[in-house]
């Protein structure tokens, strides 16, 4: 019983270094990449925190408040059920879109979403433009606001102001989607509002 014991304690300990190392690195990666918060992202986050509250608490019956020892089990098993989902969730889902991504990563994803793109509407363009980016960027000049370019000639120039990528429909989706750096991102643009974007862009 003893031994038995000291083994739970052992594996416990374990669990908790591995867990806290894991999010540390998560959190680091979230913060690096921008990566949007899917569902599935959102579901791993809530689990992991409910994860590290039951544990704790389960700590602290144990340690401090004896009196409720009884949940003790109940907790020590809802942890590691969870536990469990979290991972083979998550580890799931990379192993079924891992193929996917690689394959997408090389080939021509984003040719097919410019190719996707609907007809753009300049006067919508035009209206999406004044309401979002004016504020951040001139449309008729190419000095910067605070730290935000000009986009006067934009499609004219070869490369984009800051990043220097040369200037196609695609990466200005990407400046959209995923910003490189200080700008907001424009996650909530439907395909149509950004090939309206594009098109009054392109007539600066
Ligand atoms: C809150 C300010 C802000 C708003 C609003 C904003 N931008 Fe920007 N934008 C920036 C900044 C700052 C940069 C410089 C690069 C960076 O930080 O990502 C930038 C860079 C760019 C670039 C150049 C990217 C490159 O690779 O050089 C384009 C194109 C652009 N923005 C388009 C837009 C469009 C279109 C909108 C409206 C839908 C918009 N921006 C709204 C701040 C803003």
Same mark, same amino acid.
């Given at each position: 019983?003893?031994?038995?014991?000291?083994?739970?304690?052992? !594996?416990?300990?374990?669990?908790?270094?591995?867990?806290?190392?894991?999010?540390?690195?998560?959190? /680091?990666?979230?913060?690096? *990449?921008?990566?949007? &918060?899917?569902?599935?992202?959102? !579901?791993?986050?809530?689990?992991?925190?409910?994860?590290?509250?039951?544990?704790?608490?389960?700590?602290?019956?144990?340690?401090? /408040?004896?009196?409720? /020892? *009884?949940?003790?089990?109940?907790?020590?098993?809802?942890? =590691?059920?969870?536990?469990?989902?979290? &991972?083979?969730?998550?580890?799931?889902? *990379?192993?079924?879109?891992?193929?996917?991504?690689?394959?997408?990563?090389?080939?021509?994803? #984003?040719?097919?979403?410019?190719? $996707?793109?609907?007809?753009?509407?300049?006067?919508?363009?035009?209206?999406? !433009?004044?309401?979002?980016?004016?504020?951040?960027?001139?449309?008729?000049?190419?000095?910067? $606001?605070?730290?935000?370019?000009?986009?006067?000639?934009? /499609?004219?120039?070869? #490369?984009?102001?800051?990043?220097?990528?040369?200037?196609?429909?695609?990466?200005?989706?990407?400046?959209?989607?995923?910003?490189? $750096? !200080?700008?907001? =991102? &424009?996650?909530?643009?439907?395909?149509?509002?950004?090939?309206?974007?594009?098109?009054?862009? $392109?007539?600066?």
């Amino acid at each position: 019983m003893e031994k038995l014991k000291k083994l739970h304690r052992f !594996f416990g300990k374990l669990f908790f270094f591995t867990f806290l190392v894991g999010a540390v690195v998560c959190i /680091y990666y979230l913060n690096q *990449s921008k990566v949007e &918060f899917t569902p599935r992202i959102s !579901f791993h986050v809530f689990s992991a925190v409910a994860v590290f509250l039951l544990f704790s608490l389960k700590m602290l019956f144990v340690k401090v /408040y004896k009196q409720f /020892y *009884s949940y003790v089990k109940p907790l020590g098993v809802t942890v =590691a059920l969870l536990s469990f989902i979290l &991972f083979s969730f998550s580890t799931g889902y *990379s192993v079924v879109t891992f193929d996917k991504e690689t394959i997408s990563n090389n080939s021509s994803q #984003t040719e097919t979403m410019v190719a $996707k793109l609907p007809k753009g509407d300049l006067d919508s363009g035009r209206k999406l !433009f004044n309401n979002l980016c004016i504020g951040c960027h001139y449309p008729d000049r190419k000095d910067y $606001k605070r730290s935000a370019p000009g986009l006067k000639g934009l /499609y004219q120039e070869k #490369t984009l102001p800051v990043s220097k990528k040369p200037v196609t429909d695609e990466n200005i989706i990407n400046q959209l989607r995923k910003p490189i $750096k !200080f700008m907001p =991102a &424009f996650t909530d643009l439907s395909d149509k509002e950004i090939a309206d974007i594009i098109a009054y862009l $392109k007539t600066l």
